[in-house]
């Protein structure tokens, strides 16, 4: 698993590093990265604690990581009454398409 490898080595760890991280022997990881093993959905959710990413990021499924603290932001709008969550995420897309804008510019 390219991306399995691509985690660890961008957080500076050994596969042992990993291995002990998670509870696994560090030939497991090894294992994993060359694709001769796959990870229980348990060891999955071990690895992607890790690497604070979700699953779907760690198996590939989508590229692109969403900081936990936006998806925290995220679920609390979810769970606030439909017209007050219109109205925040007016604001926010105004915020974005404006903040995108400037940006543009300044470059």
Same mark, same amino acid.
């Given at each position: 698993?390219?991306?399995?490898?691509?985690?660890?080595?961008?957080?500076?760890?050994?596969?042992?590093?990993?291995?002990? @991280? +998670?509870?696994?022997?560090?030939? =497991?990881?090894?294992? &994993?990265?060359? *694709?001769?093993?796959?990870?229980? #959905? $348990?060891?999955?959710? @071990? +690895?992607?604690d890790?690497?604070? =990413?979700?699953?779907? &990021?760690?198996? *590939?499924?989508?590229?692109?990581? #969403? $900081?936990?603290?936006?998806?925290?932001?995220?679920?609390?709008?979810?769970?606030?009454?439909?017209?007050?969550?219109?109205?925040?995420?007016?604001?926010?897309?105004?915020?974005?398409r404006?903040?995108?804008?400037?940006?543009?510019?300044?470059?």
């Amino acid at each position: 698993n390219q991306r399995l490898v691509q985690l660890r080595k961008e957080h500076n760890l050994s596969q042992s590093e990993l291995a002990k @991280k +998670i509870g696994i022997h560090a030939n =497991v990881v090894g294992r &994993y990265e060359r *694709g001769e093993a796959k990870p229980s #959905i $348990e060891q999955v959710l @071990k +690895i992607a604690d890790v690497f604070d =990413v979700s699953m779907d &990021y760690l198996t *590939g499924k989508i590229d692109e990581t #969403i $900081e936990p603290k936006l998806i925290k932001q995220m679920i609390a709008l979810q769970q606030l009454p439909q017209k007050e969550r219109e109205h925040i995420l007016f604001a926010i897309e105004a915020l974005v398409r404006d903040t995108t804008t400037r940006l543009s510019y300044a470059s």
